[in-house]
């Protein structure tokens, strides 16, 4: 094989590789948009706009556990509003975003990201402790 073929295989993977990279980039900002949005609604005490941000299995197990409506059981649970968004895994249609002072999952769905777990920590050889999530 030529130098310049072997040159030109690796500028076409190269630019597979950014190409795909550049893909989940945009998911990553979306996942990360969905969880500011929602600890900002918390934030600002505002129930309706962070039920608009949840995974329907999560509200609805938010509203069966608390045995209220979503706008008034979401800002009881005193999940912590982090603000600063540390990192952000995106599996698929599954995300994970690190904040502060908290960590939230979210899924993919047809409207956008949502939100099926919020205020988890992280425990040692076991899976994350979290005050909001779906059944």
Do not use: N
Not at 45 to 63: H, K, N, Y
Request: net charge negative.
């Amino acid at each position: 094989m030529s130098i310049s073929r072997w040159c030109r295989g690796v500028l076409v993977a190269v630019l597979a590789v950014t190409t795909g990279c550049g893909a989940s980039g945009g998911r990553s900002e979306g996942a990360s948009a969905a969880a500011t949005g929602f600890t900002d609604a918390l934030r600002q005490g505002d129930g309706r706009q962070a039920c608009a941000l949840l995974a329907p299995r999560t509200l609805e197990e938010l509203e069966k556990s608390e045995q209220t409506s979503c706008d008034e059981a979401v800002t009881q649970e005193q999940v912590p509003a982090g603000d600063v968004v540390r990192e952000v895994d995106v599996y698929g249609d599954q995300a994970r975003v690190v904040l502060g002072d908290d960590t939230l999952f979210l899924a993919h769905f047809s409207s956008g990201w949502k939100v099926t777990a919020a205020g988890c920590v992280p425990r040692p050889e076991q899976p994350y402790d979290c005050q909001v999530k779906g059944g």
